[in-house]
């Protein structure tokens, strides 16, 4: 079972740390992956970690200001956000695939989420 958290409500230009964490397994041979889903929008790809080898990958909205991380004594997958706006208001969720590179992106590929923790930018 995944759990993210950490969400809270911040002003434009702060930032805020989340965490995605598993509860019964580990995300070893996984690739774990960061989502976000803003009210009456379609959920978005946000960042993907691989937790064996930790390439990256991120959306171009995001990229230079977000940050996935994991700690592998934790079993834990950071999102750092940096500089957030307004428009990264969304309900932000951890998800786990085995899916290739190419469709990391891809939220159809995931095969367990988490519930979900919500970040609000104040302009």
């Known amino acids: 079972q995944l759990q993210a958290s950490g969400g809270g409500l911040v002003q434009a230009g702060g930032f805020l740390r989340l965490s995605c964490t598993a509860s019964?397994?580990?995300?070893?041979?996984?690739?774990v992956g960061w989502f976000r889903q803003a009210p009456g929008k379609e959920r978005e790809f946000v960042s993907a970690i691989v937790w064996g080898g930790g390439s990256t990958r991120y959306a171009d909205s995001v990229k230079g200001r977000f940050t996935i991380s994991k700690n592998t004594a934790l079993n834990t997958v950071y999102l750092q956000m940096n500089a957030l706006k307004p428009e990264d208001t969304a309900v932000y969720f951890c998800a786990v695939t085995q899916t290739i590179w190419s469709s990391l992106d891809d939220r159809s590929r995931y095969t367990s989420w988490g519930q979900g923790t919500e970040l609000t930018v104040s302009s």
């Open positions: 019964g397994r580990t995300f070893n041979n996984y690739r």
